[in-house]
Nanobody, 114 residues
Framework: VQLQASGGGLVQAGGSLRLSCAAS????????MAWYRQAPGKQRELVAV???????NYADSVKDRFTISRDNAKNTVYLQMNSLKPEDTAVYYC?????????WGQGTLVTVSS
């Protein structure tokens, strides 16, 4: 499955962005989809996870600010990011695990200015 991330850009602190991850195949049977991010000079970290049953989990650093969701009819996963902070600046990647294989999107850059 191919994943295409979009929606990144430059935003001021306190602003909002919505990232989208469009899959090339049906996501209805994909049990876990997630967003990761990698800031310059840092390791990639998990940001948010959504299961097939729409259960969600978040990194402490984004809890109450970010919302992950999935639209199986559109084969798309979203990440709504509110109250953005400069430390949220990173390349954001969508991720899926299908039959034990990891699939990654190409990444979309989010830059938050202070």
């Amino acid at each position: 499955v191919q994943l295409q991330a979009s929606g990144g850009g430059l935003v001021q602190a306190g602003g909002s962005l919505r990232l989208s991850c469009a899959a090339s195949a049906s996501i209805s049977t994909i049990p876990i989809m997630a967003w990761y991010r990698q800031a310059p000079g840092k390791q990639r970290e998990l940001v948010a996870v959504v299961t097939g049953g729409a259960s969600t989990n978040y990194a402490d650093s984004v809890k109450d600010r970010f919302t992950i969701s999935r639209d199986n009819a559109k084969n798309t996963v979203y990440l709504q990011m509110n109250s953005l902070k400069p430390e949220d600046t990173a390349v954001y990647y969508c991720h899926a695990v299908v039959l034990g294989r990891n699939f990654w999107g190409q990444g979309t850059l989010v830059t938050v200015s202070s």
